[in-house]
């Protein structure tokens, strides 16, 4: 079973999760968005698009087969911190 390394776009890749792809689960590009929400806690999959070295993957295959970390874009934009005040020190 072959595994993949997803990160969120905005974050180093080494932050990121390694997630095993079973192809007969995962036999859509919507069901392998529904397995990455689930380890990145991203609560609408259809927003999330993957793509390697700015080229967006728009096949299950192309993110399986890639040598290198997948990034995760959300509605086609890099992943950002939530606005609001700094916390306690």
Not at 55 to 80: C, F, H, W, Y
């Amino acid at each position: 079973m072959p595994s993949v390394q997803f990160y969120l776009l905005g974050q180093d890749p080494s932050t990121g999760h390694e997630i095993e792809v079973n192809s007969s689960e995962v036999s859509d590009y919507d069901s392998l968005r529904h397995l990455v929400a689930g380890y990145f806690a991203v609560l609408e999959p259809s927003g999330i698009d993957f793509s390697v070295d700015n080229n967006t993957l728009e096949d299950v295959s192309e993110v399986i087969n890639s040598q290198q970390p997948v990034a995760i874009t959300i509605d086609g934009k890099q992943v950002r911190d939530v606005p609001g005040p700094a916390g306690f020190p």
